[in-house]
């Protein structure tokens, strides 16, 4: 067993970035990373696990993809530079086939965020995988929830909604849709984008932010309540991307509103700083849409065309099956 214990360690010890930052990498007791002066640091952590978060048998590739993701996400939700992972896997048997492509899906998004991975740890179990990821911000420069006001101004980057649609169409394979919409929307559940540049570019621009991960509703709700006020979202303001209109024209909205996994950042401003967020997203290619506002009086209300629209948010079960 142990033989097999370090060669996960190699498995581990190229997939991230080189950084001048880590002291020590994998290979010793624990790793040793050198802090910039002046900068707080941003420490997150989160999991997938068999059953909850992805079916028996799901893509190692996008395992490892998402794995990350969920962290880089919050990382980029408190305007953080993502710095440093740690990995720990509990796996049913060693399997390198599985772990080859686990690896392949985890390093490339590693290399492409600049994050060294400095630990990993290996454990015999059913399949689970958590991140630990520490992120970099200068000191008092973090974007947190809390600090939307009234009046200011309610930001969506990218869309939401494909990723729960995708997450409906890998469970229930026989649904029928046209190749290029299952394609485009399994994408965006297995391989999300984690918004990190934006989120850099949010630091002195929002004045909240929270990532989009169990539900734009709910995730709003969070970020509303944090800041002591309320908040309105304009019907007709919300992006839906064409392949999630072509797949479910009739509930679009609700997995829009309600679905989750979209990792997305959604976060707060003055009107004043539109322009400057507008000039990034433009410079970044990086899609922002202004979905609403906060308001003073607490509460999410979805508004159409002056007035309040019922809305019921639903949560979504991850793997259901409907018939
Ligand atoms: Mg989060």
Excluded at 46 to 73: K, M, Q, T
Excluded at 148 to 161: E, F, Q, V
Excluded at 287 to 297: D, Q, Y
Aim: charged share 15%.
């Amino acid at each position: 067993v142990s033989a097999e214990i370090d060669l996960i360690t190699d498995y581990f010890r190229d997939l991230g970035v080189a950084r001048s930052d880590v002291v020590l990498g994998i290979g010793d007791d624990a790793a040793i990373v050198r802090e910039s002066p002046g900068c707080d640091l941003i420490m997150t952590t989160d999991s997938l696990v068999e059953g909850s978060h992805f079916l028996p048998g799901a893509d190692p590739r996008s395992l490892g993809h998402r794995a990350l993701v969920i962290n880089l996400s919050d990382c980029a939700a408190m305007g953080a530079s993502p710095c440093w992972a740690l990995l720990s896997l509990n796996l049913p048997a060693v399997d390198h086939s599985w772990l080859q492509q686990f690896c392949a899906g985890f390093g490339a998004l590693l290399q492409r965020s600049g994050v060294a991975l400095i630990g990993g740890n290996l454990t015999r179990g059913p399949l689970s995988i958590t991140v630990q990821m520490a992120g970099s911000v200068p000191a008092g420069a973090a974007v947190t929830r809390s600090g939307g006001k009234p009046g200011d101004l309610l930001c969506l980057s990218g869309s939401t909604g494909d990723a729960a649609a995708g997450r409906e169409l890998l469970a229930r394979p026989g649904t029928a849709t046209a190749d290029s919409v299952r394609s485009a929307l399994c994408q965006r559940f297995e391989f999300p984008t984690a918004r990190v540049a934006l989120g850099v570019a949010l630091r002195g621009l929002a004045s909240a932010c929270i990532d989009v991960s169990d539900g734009l509703w709910v995730d709003l709700e969070r970020l509303a309540a944090a800041s002591r006020c309320g908040a309105e979202i304009e019907h007709d303001a919300l992006p839906l991307s064409a392949a999630l209109q072509a797949y479910a024209p009739s509930t679009a909205m609700q997995l829009a509103l309600c679905g989750g996994e979209d990792y997305e950042l959604l976060f707060t401003l003055p009107q004043s700083r539109l322009a400057a967020l507008q000039a990034h997203a433009d410079a970044t290619s990086t899609p922002c849409t202004v979905i609403g506002r906060l308001c003073a009086r607490p509460g999410v209300t979805l508004r159409r065309a002056g007035s309040v629209m019922q809305f019921s948010p639903t949560t979504f079960d991850h793997f259901a099956v409907r018939n």
